[in-house]
């Protein structure tokens, strides 16, 4: 669900950003100016951070996260429904606009005050305000959730320290989620409060300051970066180890490496404002917190090339995505350092050099990431394996598009143009340029296209998966592909790093199982989750109107779903042993 | 296909060093790869070292990649199970230090330049200009000269020009590539920086904020001449503007349709923001608008109609109320609000 909906709302947001690129192919073109192309970046950002790329790793966390600790689910199946369903219908809200009142929001995904205040903009960003809003309670519940998977339903005998890199990434994000969600939420209210209710936190000739807008909004902002890279850096590690038939490099170095970027990742939110104003000393001391990051993801760099030294690197669709992800991520990092770098980051602020920038990790990190845990797990998730000849024009297409739109972008930007921008002037060095790049965009485009082509044939073949197509190494090899409701029929029990490893190469050719088979038992399904999301929705359509009375009825339906879900005992439903599989023989 | 992806490896590398190295194709007065003034200087000087320092590291990395890709391929045939290392301690220190390093030789000059760069010098020495940003139009404050300005920002080259910007409406950045980085313009707060244009000439620059429907439209020029010709603009500037009797039925257009948020005192309302540009030196623009071609038509286009060529500002537009006769008159006044 989290897939089919993330990558619904990728193939808009991608839409939109070929959009722009199409505006940006000739100086002086006019199909996209003004507010229209405001509205087009704005929600080209807001979509794909908040509903295609989190979801989409969202999806990957919950069908594999249970699977890598020998869990029949996550903890709170309940949560993770009312998750997904509150982070669809925000993403619903937030398209909603393009079709009611004056427009999508056109404040950009950062939405800085005061552009973002009435004063100032159309009633889309009361869209922006809300969706996010209800969407952002969705991810929040689902980080908790994640968590509490995590540290409470690991198989016996899988340490943390044995846990593998995509579960540690994956604990690591969602404690960055715990964290970081709150701040935008703050920031959200406050202001809907100057939206809806005549505040003034942001109207600085009634005493309200700007710049407190930006400080929560990379409070959350700098972290969600890493929110969407860390699942990234834990696929890859996943998928470098097992395709080079070797152990992680320096697993418990990658361990805290991990935690250490996590927890610099709070300290570095002021980077993004070193024009503001903030005086020497904080953009001194930001600068140099920024460059600290820099050396934990060296060491992530150098032990993925150390897992592959002395290995077996076969090369198939889901590893080239991961090797491919070192040099363009490795781009993405050394720029990053060169923005922390405050002096010349006056010079780069704001213009395409930071678009460059984050594409490349976002892009070049993220997707690319992402692309190589679904090409790695579609089997375990699908019974069915991708397509590997449309999966290399799948890469080859995208590589080589994502190169040509993003790198000419650096010269750009230091040639001296802004981002955000919906034209630029002939006969300043822009044109080439801008023509690469928007060529760039649509080789990604036929990229995509490759890749829903393959999912289309994939999807019709008739083709059934053993249990281990890779030569895995981690639990969620031990079970049958696609993984049963119930995931593990008997726990099992874990004896080391690389669960599945340590048994191949003891000859037991299966995993050890810490129960005897049993029934087990499983939560009912419900229609609960959906209702109170419906509920919310509702209550966020009220305030966008001023319409009290159904923001009052919405909030009062949930509150009431909520009480129900109290007081109603679920007793589940069992399934019986007759029933369950037998663990499979690898 | 490995020898393949070498050379797609180099390509970038290679784009890299000759952009940076040759800075090809790119516009001297708009480009930071082209500074002309010490504070771009000093910044293209971190821009340069970073990706120095960068191109290395990145170097290394692709050697050990490209050397891994080729030599620990698997292999038809090959069976076995590699060694499964658990790790290096004395690697990992190695990766840990080397990177470290390579920032402090970074980190040092870095902290040095933000604070050299926000330096506050004596007022008395400097030139002030306060910079206040509207949407979507400068105007330039000059306190110690008695005068104001806007869309063409007048300075001298040689000397440190002393800035305090600020906004009106939401945030705008004030960016002058060749000149030097940006600094925002936030409502409600004043920031301070310095730039200095060592040569004459007509700098490029640029809001770097998004500030609403023609953000791309807010650019600005810098028009930097030697002092002497300076001081003699700013005399100019003060006197007030003396019409010729040929214009004066533009004139008598500017006086009922115009003036009321159009100044033509350059000395007129100091230390209160404008309402809309000072047109004093109107005729002396280089760009009109910020954006569009300076010639009679273009001029008459936008009276007509500004909303069309530069959406969401606020001047209304006159196609109902003026013929094209009385335009041409009103465009001809204009153009002789010059102070050259």
């Known amino acids: 669900m989290y897939l089919l909906a993330g990558g619904f709302f990728f193939l808009l947001g991608g839409l939109e950003a070929l959009l722009i690129r199409i505006q940006l192919m000739y100086p002086d073109l006019d199909i996209f100016v003004g507010g229209t192309f405001n509205q087009l970046l704005t929600m080209h950002g807001t979509t794909m951070i908040f509903f295609a790329a989190m979801p989409i790793i969202f999806a990957l966390l919950n069908a594999i996260v249970p699977l890598q600790i020998g869990a029949r689910d996550v903890a709170f199946p309940f949560i993770n429904a009312l998750g997904l369903w509150l982070f669809f219908l925000g993403g619903v809200i937030l398209n909603a606009s393009w079709f009611l009142g004056a427009g999508a929001p056109e404040a950009g995904w950062t939405a800085y005050a005061p552009l973002s205040t009435p004063a100032f903009s159309h009633m889309g960003v009361d869209f922006y305000v809300l969706g996010l809003q209800v969407a952002g309670i969705g991810t929040w519940l689902g980080g908790i959730n994640f968590l509490v998977t995590i540290i409470n339903m690991r198989a016996p005998g899988l340490t943390f320290m044995r846990l593998p890199m995509f579960t540690w990434t994956a604990f690591v994000t969602s404690a960055l989620v715990l964290f970081a969600f709150p701040a935008i939420t703050v920031n959200l209210i406050l202001l809907m409060f100057d939206r809806l209710f005549g505040g003034a936190f942001f109207n600085a000739d009634m005493g309200g300051n700007v710049v407190i807008w930006q400080h929560l909004f990379w409070i959350f902002g700098h972290p969600e970066v890493y929110i969407l890279i860390l699942p990234a850096f834990g696929i890859v590690s996943d998928v470098i180890s097992t395709f080079s038939k070797k152990r992680l490099f320096g697993h418990s170095a990658m361990v805290f490496a991990t935690v250490l970027i996590g927890f610099l990742g709070f300290m570095v939110w002021a980077h993004h404002m070193f024009t503001v104003g903030m005086g020497p000393i904080a953009n001194s001391l930001f600068a140099l917190a920024t460059m600290l990051i820099a050396v934990p993801t060296g060491i992530k760099i150098f032990n993925w090339l150390f897992t592959m030294w002395g290995g077996q690197v076969r090369i198939n669709t889901a590893s080239l995505w991961s090797i491919g992800f070192i040099p363009t991520f490795l781009i993405g990092g050394m720029t990053g350092v060169m923005l922390g770098v405050a002096p010349a980051d006056f010079q780069y602020q704001d213009t395409y050099f930071v678009i460059a920038h984050f594409h490349y990790t976002i892009v070049g990190g993220m997707v690319f990431g992402l692309f190589s845990g679904m090409y790695y797990w579609w089997p375990k998730m699908f019974g069915k394996m991708l397509n590997e000849k449309l999966g290399k024009w799948n890469f080859w297409t995208f590589f080589i598009g994502f190169n040509l739109t993003f790198f000419p972008q650096h010269f750009l930007g230091l040639m001296g143009m802004p981002r955000r921008v919906f034209t630029f002037l002939p006969n300043a060095g822009l044109e080439m340029g801008n023509f690469v790049s928007t060529i760039g965009a649509f080789g990604m485009t036929l990229s995509i296209l490759i890749f829903l082509l393959n999912i289309v044939i994939t999807n019709r073949s008739e083709q059934t998966v053993p249990a281990d197509p890779w030569d895995g190494r981690t639990l969620e090899w031990t079970i049958p592909s696609p993984a049963p409701e119930y995931n593990f029929a008997q726990t099992p029990l874990v004896r080391g790093l690389d669960a599945l490893w340590v048994e191949k190469m003891e000859g037991n050719g299966q995993i050890s199982y810490a129960e005897p088979l049993g029934r087990i038992h499983m939560p009912s399904p419900s229609v609960l989750p959906f209702l109170m999301a419906i509920g919310l929705t509702f209550a966020a359509f009220g305030f966008i109107y001023h319409t009290w009375f159904v923001a009052a009825t919405g909030l009062i339906f949930t509150f009431v779903l909520m009480s129900i879900r109290s007081v109603k005992d679920d007793p589940g439903y069992y399934i019986e042993v007759e029933d369950i599989d037998e663990g499979v023989k690898v | ?340």
């Open chain 2, 1 to 340: 296909m490995s020898q393949w992806k070498k050379a797609w490896r180099l390509l970038p590398l290679l784009a890299v060093m000759m952009l940076v190295l040759t800075g090809c194709g790119q516009d001297p007065f708009l480009s930071a790869l082209t500074p002309r003034g010490p504070v771009a200087e000093q910044q293209f000087y971190l821009i340069k070292l970073s990706i120095y320092i960068m191109m290395g590291v990145f170097a290394v990395v692709m050697v050990i990649y490209v050397y891994v890709l080729v030599r620990f391929r698997h292999r038809p045939g090959q069976t076995g199970i590699p060694e499964q290392i658990e790790g290096s301690h004395k690697l990992e220190i190695i990766w840990t230090t080397i990177p470290l390093i390579l920032l402090t030789i970074l980190a040092i000059p870095t902290v040095k330049i933000t604070f050299d760069l926000a330096e506050k010098f004596p007022t008395d020495d400097a030139l002030q200009v306060k910079v206040i940003a509207h949407q979507f139009w400068w105007e330039y404050e000059y306190p110690d000269l008695g005068i104001s300005a806007a869309q063409d920002l007048y300075i001298p080259t040689g000397e440190k020009v002393q800035f305090q910007l600020t906004s009106e409406d939401v945030i705008h950045s004030f960016w002058a590539p060749a000149l030097g980085g940006k600094t925002d313009t936030n409502p409600g707060m004043v920031n301070a920086m310095w730039l200095q244009a060592d040569d004459p000439g007509v700098y490029k620059g640029k809001c770097a904020e998004l500030c609403g429907d023609s953000h791309t439209l807010m650019d600005f020029k810098i028009v930097a001449m030697d002092r002497p010709e300076f001081d003699a603009w700013v005399e100019k500037m003060k006197e007030p503007h003396v019409s010729s009797s040929d214009v004066a039925e533009g004139e008598q257009i500017f006086a009922d349709s115009c003036i009321s948020c159009h100044a033509i005192d350059a000395t007129q309302g100091l230390d209160i923001p404008d309402f809309a540009p000072n047109l004093r030196n109107f005729g002396d623009r280089v760009v009109l608008a910020n954006y569009f071609n300076m010639d009679d038509e273009t001029i008459a286009e936008w009276i007509k109609n500004p909303e069309k060529m530069k959406p969401g500002n606020l001047m209304p537009g006159f196609a109902d109320e003026l013929d094209d006769q009385q335009l041409a008159s009103l465009v001809d006044y204009l153009n002789t609000l010059s102070v050259k």
